[in-house]
Every structure is written in C-alpha cells, then in structure tokens.
C-alpha cells in the first residue's frame, strides 16, 4: 500500500512540475512574443519609434527589479502561496495589456506584467528544490525546468508571428488567459502547501526598496544606453545612483537583523561561480538570440514566421538535451565537466557566427551554429541550475533562485547593450566607409557574435576550474541543514 501511494505521490510531483513549467513557460513566451507583434502595436496605437521601446522595457524593468524582493517573499511566506500571487498579477495585466486602446494603458500593464512574472520566475526554482528531494529525480526535473527556459523564447517567436498575422496583436496578450486560470487551479490542487522555513518573518524594507530601486535604475540606464549615447550625462548618472544604492543596500543588509539577502550566501562558491558563469553566458547567449534573428531579418531577408523556423533545429536539439540527456550525463559526470563541455559547444557555435557572409545560406553558414548552441544549451543549462542551488539551505532557496534569474536577466540585459552599441558602432563606421547598407549591418554583427564567443568561452574556463564538480552526496542539493556556509565549508 505504501509504495501505491508513494506511486502516486511522486506521479502527482510530476504533474505538479508540468503545471509549474507551464506557469513558467507563459512568463518566458512574452519576453520574446512581444517582439514580432511590435510594428502592428506601433500601427495601431500611434506609437513613436522611441516611446515604442517602452512596449518591452517597462516589463524587463519591473520584471529585472523584483526578482530579489520575489524570491525573498516566497522563502518568508511560502513558495505556492507567493507563486499564486505572481501568477494572478501576470494574468490580470494580460488581460489589461489584451484590451488596451491606449499607449498609456499598455505600458502601465506591461509594467504590473513584470512584476507577476518576476515572482513566477524567483520562486519556481524554489518549489522544485521542495519537491523533488532525490538526487536522480530532481537533475531530471531541472532539465525541464532548464528545456522551458531556454526554449520557449524561439516558441515564442513563433507563436507571436502566427498570431498576429491570423488574428491581431491583442491576441498574444489574450492567450494568456485560460493559461493563467488553469496554472492557478491546477496549482491549488497539485503543488503541496510548503510551510516557511524562515525563524524571523519580519521583511527587511529598506534593503527591499533599495537593492529593487538600484537594478530598475540599471536595467534603465542599459535599455536605453544605445540611444542615449553610453558616454552620455544621463547613462552615467543612472548607473551612478543605481551603484549608490547597490552600496547602501549592502550596508543596510550588513547591519540590520533580518536582511533581505544575508551577505554570508556568497560565501557558498557553487552559486556564487554559477552566478558569474550565468552573466557571462547571459551575455553571449542574448546576443546569439537577438542579432542572429536581426541577421536573418535585414541580411538575409526573412520573414518573422521565417525566423521563428530557423530556430525550430536549436530548439529541438535543446529539448533532446534538457529533457533527458543532460540529467544523465550530470548524475554521471557530476556537474563540472557537462557544464565546460556545453559551454564550449555555445563558444563554438558562436564563433560560426562571427563569420557568416552577407549572401549566408542556411544549411551551410547558419544552420551548423544553431546546431551547436542547440547542443551547448542544452548541455549546460541543467548543471548550471543545480550548481547555483547545491548548497543552498532549503530556508534560502527563494533569494538562492532570485539570484540566479537576476545574474541572467542583468547579465543578459547587459551584454546585449554592450554588444549591440559595438556592433552598431561597427556598422556606422563601414557605412562612413562607403560600404553598402547590408554589408555595413553584416560587419558590426560578426563584431557581437565574436564578443559573444569570447563571453561564452569564458564562462566555460571559469567553470571548468572553479566549480566544486561533484554531486552533493544523498542529492543535488544539500538537504536541510547541510547546506549551511559552516557545512559547506566542512565539506570543501
């Protein structure tokens, strides 16, 4: 009878891993959805070329800013609790966002979007830890979690460009909405009620206030860098108050009693490597996303349903990896070695890229690179996970998973700034040269894919070297308890 219910226990865990991939599915689908329906968005709400772009930055700015509070919340309150709550918020801005006639009305939305989102994001991670205790299982239960997220960016794409070209772009905001009720009922019934493990529940305000107001300033400063020149009084003087804060935030969380993120957590090496693996991937990955889009767009001459396409390979080769490869290759060989092998495949692919020609063919110049960081992704996104959780206490893994999201949102938001103003910069210097529009375009883009290699290389020495790669015995992540700085420390 026992081992019946154990069955279904653990059958109803999986479930319960479907539901919460797909919460989390619907908050990565509209960073990327977006992005095809803006040109129908511009048409039809009068927007400008620059106001435009507040479309996607008041998501990636609430969304980049709440992570950390998100996180902290879920481990003070409970992680199903906090995770409903983030669901709810995305659902009714999605339904604002569905009907909005106004410019106003839609990037208001789209802000309280980012918010739900964020929350989704910083406790989900969490809630697997909960639930899937044994070592084999949960490798297998990230790999999902990993194939979502690294995935459901090109479905996306894909989705967005079938939508607003056969109903309208409301469309891609509406369809959230039966996603939504059934994440949230399925949630109540499937996903136990996991009771706070935090002795003091007191929320530290100020750190709160500070760390949330310090990386909305930097998210700002970086979405608008290109446009407002990265030299500029204003690009500087954001990224300024954004580092005062940063200083303030840290002192406040040095002295108050229960801080908002308990400095001692860095001193865990796994997730604080993991955590600078992750900007750095971050960073050549986003690059890889966007500018091979933008490549295959004004270079090549695709259409959106096009583009969505010539990801599809990547993106199935990541779902082989994520869903099944990667969590046997991680209880094999550890943590360590998949990560610096899928990061090196991602270096590969990106260096491909760095020479596509202007009159590229698909089979040839894009299609083997997609191939590789469809491999390297695919490899490495599942240890990278559960590098940056192994040796989190189970009290910490809300701000441990707020952490990570928010090394890949700032890193990702970073490096595509930084890589797309040199590429832009490439670009206006072979035009000042006299070379033709698409030749110019071609140019500053082999600049970001190169840099982007240089990144993804990078990340992988560092993880080659620095992580402690063994599996943390009896699990993944260390259990209750042992996953203390002092254990931890013991364990070196």
Known sequence: MSHASHALDSRKRWWALIVLCLGVLMIVLDSTIVNVALPSIREDLKFTETSLV???NAYLLTFGGCLLLGGRLGDIYGP??????????????????????????????????????????AVSLSLIMNMFTDGA???????????????????????????????????????????????????????????????????????????????????????????????????????????????????????????????GIFKLRNLTISNTIGVLWAAGMFAWFFISALYLQLVLGYGPMQVGLAFLPANIIMAVFSLGLSAKLVTRFGIRKPLGVGL?????????????????????????????????????FNPLLIAAMSDVAPSESGLASGIVNTAFMMGGALGLAILASLAA????????????TQVALNGGYRVAFALGAVCAGVAAVIGSVFLRGKMPAGGVVAEHGRGSPDAVAANE
């Open 344 to 380: 090196l495949f991602a270096t590969l692919g990106l260096a491909l890229f760095a020479r596509v020609p202007v009159d590229g063919d698909v089979m040839t110049d894009v299609l083997p690179s997609m191939v590789l960081l469809g491999i390297g992704a695919g490899i490495a």
């Open 137 to 263: 299982e949960r490798a297998k239960a990230m790999g999902v979690y990993g194939f979502v997220c690294a995935g459901g960016g090109s479905i996306g794409v894909l989705l967005g460009g079938a939508l607003t070209s056969t109903l309208s772009w409301h469309w891609i905001f509406l369809v959230n909405l039966p996603i939504g009720v059934a994440v949230y009922w399925l949630c109540m019934a499937l996903i136990p009620s996991i009771r706070s493990q935090v002795a003091d529940r007191r929320l530290d305000v100020w750190g709160a206030l500070t760390v949330t107001a310090s990386l909305m300033l930097a998210v700002y400063a970086i979405v608008n860098g290109n446009e407002a020149g990265w030299t500029s009084g204003q690009t500087i003087g954001l990224l300024a108050g954004a580092a005062v804060l940063l200083a303030a935030f840290i002192t406040i969380e040095a002295r108050v009693p229960t801080p908002l993120m308990p400095l």
């Open 80 to 121: 199903r609790r906090v995770f409903l709550i983030g669901i709810t918020f995305f659902t009714v801005a999605s339904l604002a966002c569905g009907l909005a006639t106004s410019q106003g009305l839609l990037i208001a939305a789209r802000a309280v979007q980012g918010i739900g989102g964020a929350v989704v994001s």
């Open 54 to 56: 507040w479309v996607v």
């Open 425 to 436: 910069a490439q670009t206006h210097q072979l035009l000042a040269d006299g070379a033709t």
